[in-house]
């Protein structure tokens, strides 16, 4: 997998904040989406690089526990599938990337467009945005 696309992916889907501020779900973030931060943190630009990549190697070891198949998907899908984990994690059933049973179900069928209408339709891409979602929801449905 091309880890440095989807390192360039996520800074400009998550930019940088060198300050803890509250997400949209009330959790102190800093760096690049990195949460759970004390409320007065504040970070170097390394600091935030670095965490980066933990949570890019945390979300891959994510995929591969719940959704070992995504390592058979072609690459830009593969890319998609560790976003969505990087950023909503797996959860309990009723948030997180297990909420999307049906969409997962449809991935690993092959069912991509299928699969991609249900992100489309979903709140996470409200969330999120349609430039964000946009091209995740592309990388799924297209493998490109």
């Known amino acids: 997998m091309d880890l440095e696309r989807l390192s360039r992916d996520l800074k400009v889907a998550e930019g940088l904040r060198l300050t803890a501020y509250e997400d949209t779900r009330g959790i102190y973030t800093i760096g690049y989406g ?36 995504w390592r058979h998907l072609n690459e830009p899908r593969q890319r998609a599938m560790v976003e969505l984990m990087f950023n909503m994690g797996w959860g ?14 449809r991935i690993e069928a092959g069912q991509y467009m299928n699969a991609a209408a249900g992100l489309q339709n979903s709140a996470w891409a409200k969330q999120v945005g349609p430039r964000r979602s946009g091209r995740i929801i592309r990388q799924i449905r297209d493998g490109l």
């Open 34 to 69: 990195h949460a759970h931060v004390e409320p007065n943190a504040h970070w170097t630009s390394e600091q935030c690089e670095d965490a980066l990549a933990c949570d890019i190697q945390a979300a891959i070891e994510e995929c591969d526990r719940h959704i070992p198949w």
């Open 92 to 105: 309990d059933g009723k948030h997180g990337l297990s909420t999307f049973k049906n969409t997962l179900r």
